[in-house]
Every structure is written in structure tokens, then in C-alpha cells.
């Protein structure tokens, strides 16, 4: 063979070869993208029910559609997610979760802001959605039926949230369903519009039953049956607005009732502030030449929705202003969210892609504000938690001020750190001074209860060397504290005091009582 065609015989070879390599390559590629898109689960790989261990003992939850999370024992609207390939459930005042896929549907993790001994979590998944709840829960809103009774029909939605709401926007009150025990039986509990229990016809999307009524044993077919046909799955749900006997959802944070503020007791495992929960004030900015009080209510954890509070001190108005979240470097790590008016305050709803919080941004026009959210911070006693400052503005400590409803009595604790774990102790003799300015500027003094131990109501010593950290009001003075009873009590407030000739500040805040 000449050497022309030899020469030409292996070029032609080379280009197989590489050709062939390039098209491997390009399937590996092709491979390895796929393969690194299915790191983590997916959301069908976690829907379903699972039975949840955790150092108290284990419970039964489930994941649905759409986002919700369930548990029968500890109904409340959680939520749960995907991100990064871990799967993060805001339990809200339960805590929050963040598990990982450990072994096919079981999942292993923990809970955050808990000591190391009790924060461990684990679930066994316990089985897939029956096809009556897969029927009720549509694409993860819930759905939508006719509900008929000898008076006529009416539109209802069974929706699949946490807390099972059964939902009627020409009836008010607030309801809820469930299922008996066979998996058959839808069980609706109406409030005052009554009690129902219907059989369901999965097959044909139809329900038959009867009204229940208490004290009577055999229903009347003339005027207690009930039944429902299916109308269609609930896309974009509304708000639900419960009536006079609903137990009222609020506004969320709180701020404008005094209810809802999160002090609300957990059951099972721990309460909110077990979990970093609670209101942290975090100071006051200056911006559109205006004072705000800021506090955020709950811990900035990454993948989890924060509520920030933003009210004038004053008169003002919280308008037009965006606000997000910063890292230690400046940098936004959550996007621009507009406020939430209530009254003359607002509510900033965010949620962090990173776990570097550390400045919460406000902006009005072209005017930019920030203020440290003290990441960590929370209060421990069931109070409301605030920076104290000296008086050239530097941060010193927290103050965590509890405000019982029952009786007007407060108790005041001061610390170094976020944590509330090291106390900052002044004389025992030290007078705190807190002014409530919407209560027509009236103060209180707060003392020791004695000079002895001055326990708390735990029973708590809280005497060092002639110093403490904590004081109490009324005690024994004579003081009146019958303008702070009352669930709804609320007020701008300032703590002041003087110790070793320096003032020490916590500027002003909204305190609530603790129910």
C-alpha cells in the first residue's frame, strides 16, 4: 500500500476514534448531569405518612401535597420543603426540622435551636396516601364540593393544610375535618353549624351521611341527610376568615392585638421558646426622617420564612418600604419583600437563601437602613427579648421584660449574651425604671423581690455577691399594676435604669403580656 494512502487510512481512523470519544463523552456529560440532578429527593419520594421518633417518643405525620405538613396531635399550618437536597419542616411553634434521606423513605435529622441531647429526629415512612386522601387533597390545595341538605347546596372545601380545614365562605365559623379510624368516613366538625359524619365513594367522587345530633341516637332520614358531589380541585385558595366563634387566625405576629405573639406552649416536644422562637427587639433605625422599632419574631434560619415587625415610635406611617436580608459582607440573601400593613405597623416576611444573616435592610426611595438581628437571640422565659444599650448607643446585653396577664406583674431578666445564659449583674439596690408611652407615659419601678435570694417564680436563686440580674414588679412595693391586666394589652416601651453611675437603655419596643 502506498504510504500516501496509509498516511490518509489513519487520519480517517483518528477521526473515528475521536468522534467516537466525543460522542462518549457527551453521554457521560450527558450522564453525570443527570445523575447530579437527582441528588436529594424529590417531592414524591417524601409524600406520604411516617412515623416520627424523637427523644420523648414518637408521633405519626404526614407529608402532603402542595407543601403541608400534618400531625393529628399537634395540629397547626406547617409547612415543608425541598432545598439543597434537604428537606426543611417549619413546624411553627413545634420548631423547625431539616432532615435527609437516610435509607429508601426514611429520613433522618434534627431539630434547630436545641440542645445537642434532645435535638435528634428520625421517621420510618409508614405508607402512601390512602386514595381517599389523594381524592380530598386535589393537587395540594384541597378541593372543592357541593354540599346538599334538605335546605339546599352549598359550595365547601376540604383543604390540605395542617390543620384540616373544613371551609364554607357563605357560613361563617371555623371548622375542620377527619377521618375515622377505618379510613372511610369523613367526620366534619361545623362548629355551631353542627356535626357530620358522611361515608366516602371514592370511585364516584360522592359522599352520603347524616347531621349528628347530640343527645339524639337515630338520625331523621327526612331532615338529617346530607351528601356531596365533587366539584373540582381548589387552585389559588382564599384566605380563610373565620366568624365570631372561630378561633381567629390574627395577624400573624401579633403586633396588633397582643394575641399570637409567639408564646404560645408547644406540646409533646417543648415549647416555642424551646426552639429559639420568640419576639427579639432589635433596636430602632432612622430612615425618610423617621424612628422605627424593628423586631423580628422567631430565628433567621436559612430556607425558613422570618417575620419582621417595623412600627413608628410615634406617629408615622411604615409606607412604601421594602426590606430584605444581609449577609456579614453587606450582601442581600433574601429578595425585597414588600410589608404587610396592620394598623399603623407592618410585617416583612422573609426567608433567607444562606445561613450568614445578620442584617435586616429597609429601604424607603433611595434611603437604605440596617439594623444587626442579633443571630441566636431569643428569649427564655416566655418574655420579649431586647437589646440594652449604654448611653452612647453600644450595644451592651439583652433584656428579656415578662408581662403576666392574669395579675400585671412583670419580671425582668438582663445577660450578656443572646442566650440568656450569662447574666450581667448590677447592685441589688439598682431601681429599673419601664414607661409604657402609650399608656399616657406611665412607669413602673422594678426592684429585687429580697435581698436574700430573690428567686424567681421558678424558685430560682438569682442573688451573686450583693448582685443580680433580675427584678421583679409590683413585689412588695405598693404599686398599682392593674393598668397592665389583660390579654390585650400592649404598649411602646422603654426600660431604663443606672448603675455604678452609667445609664443603660433598652430603646423603645412592643411589650404584650405573656398569657
Request: aromatic content about 8%.
Amino acid at each position: 500500500m502506498p504510504r500516501f494512502a496509509k498516511s490518509h487510512l489513519k487520519l480517517v481512523l483518528n477521526q473515528v476514534l475521536h468522534r467516537l470519544a466525543y460522542r462518549s463523552g457527551q453521554a457521560n456529560s450527558s450522564e453525570m448531569a443527570e445523575k447530579k440532578a437527582k441528588v436529594g429527593p424529590l417531592e414524591a419520594d417524601v409524600i406520604g405518612w411516617h412515623i416520627m421518633y424523637w427523644p420523648g417518643g414518637q408521633m405519626k405525620v404526614c407529608f402532603r401535597p402542595g407543601g403541608h405538613f400534618y400531625c393529628g396531635d399537634h395540629k397547626t399550618a406547617a409547612t415543608w420543603k425541598i432545598l439543597d437536597g434537604e428537606i426543611l419542616i417549619d413546624w411553627k411553634d413545634y420548631g423547625r426540622f431539616i432532615f435527609t434521606v437516610s435509607e429508601g423513605k426514611h429520613l433522618q435529622g434534627h431539630c434547630l435551636h436545641q440542645e445537642e441531647s434532645k435535638k435528634w429526629r428520625k421517621t420510618i415512612y409508614n405508607g402512601a396516601l390512602t386514595p381517599l386522601e389523594k381524592l380530598l387533597f386535589g393537587d395540594g390545595d384541597g378541593t372543592e364540593w357541593d354540599f346538599k341538605s334538605p335546605d339546599g347546596t352549598v359550595s365547601v372545601e376540604f383543604r390540605c393544610d395542617g390543620e384540616n380545614h373544613f371551609v364554607c365562605f357563605t357560613k361563617d365559623g371555623d371548622a375542620h375535618w377527619s377521618v375515622d379510624k377505618k379510613g372511610k368516613t369523613i367526620i366534619i366538625d361545623w362548629g355551631k353549624h353542627g356535626k357530620y359524619e358522611l361515608e366516602v365513594d371514592v370511585k364516584n367522587k360522592t359522599m352520603d351521611g347524616y347531621h349528628i345530633r347530640e343527645g339524639v341516637e337515630d338520625p331523621d332520614e327526612d331532615k338529617d341527610w346530607r351528601k356531596m358531589e365533587f366539584i373540582k380541585n381548589v387552585v389559588e385558595p382564599k384566605a380563610i376568615v373565620h366568624g365570631d366563634d372561630g378561633a381567629g387566625d390574627g395577624d400573624g405576629h401579633g403586633h396588633s392585638h397582643g394575641d399570637g405573639h409567639g408564646h404560645t406552649h408547644g406540646v409533646g416536644h417543648g415549647s416555642a421558646h424551646d426552639h429559639g422562637g420568640g419576639i427579639v427587639a432589635l433596636g430602632n433605625i432612622t430612615i425618610g426622617g423617621e424612628k422605627f422599632m424593628v423586631d423580628r419574631d422567631g430565628q433567621l434560619d436559612k430556607g425558613f420564612e422570618t417575620e419582621f415587625g417595623v412600627e413608628p415610635v410615634g406617629s408615622g406611617k411604615v409606607a412604601g418600604f421594602t426590606a430584605w436580608v444581609q449577609d456579614s459582607k453587606a450582601g442581600g440573601i433574601s429578595d425585597p419583600v414588600t410589608g404587610e400593613g396592620h394598623d399603623d405597623h407592618a410585617h416583612f416576611m422573609v426567608t433567607p437563601t444562606a445561613a450568614d444573616g445578620d442584617k435586616f435592610a429597609i429601604k424607603c426611595g433611595d434611603q437604605v437602613s440596617t439594623i444587626n438581628v442579633h443571630p441566636g437571640a431569643a428569649p427564655t422565659q416566655g418574655g420579649i427579648m431586647a437589646v440594652l444599650e449604654d448611653a452612647d448607643g453600644k450595644h451592651v446585653g439583652f433584656i428579656e421584660l415578662k408581662l403576666h396577664d392574669d395579675a400585671g406583674d412583670l419580671e425582668l431578666w438582663i445577660c450578656k449574651d443572646g442566650a440568656m445564659s450569662e447574666p450581667l449583674d448590677f447592685l441589688a439596690d439598682t431601681t429599673i425604671t419601664a414607661t409604657f408611652a402609650t399608656k399616657e407615659n406611665r412607669s413602673v419601678q422594678l426592684n429585687v423581690r429580697d435581698m436574700d435570694k430573690n428567686e424567681d417564680e421558678d424558685g430560682n436563686a438569682n442573688m451573686r455577691d450583693g448582685k443580680t440580674n433580675y427584678f421583679v414588679f409590683p413585689g412588695e412595693s405598693d404599686q398599682d399594676p392593674e393598668f397592665l391586666v389583660g390579654e390585650k394589652f400592649r404598649s411602646t416601651t422603654t426600660v431604663t435604669f443606672t448603675a455604678n453611675g452609667k445609664t443603660y437603655t433598652a430603646p423603645p419596643f412592643i411589650l404584650v403580656p405573656h398569657m
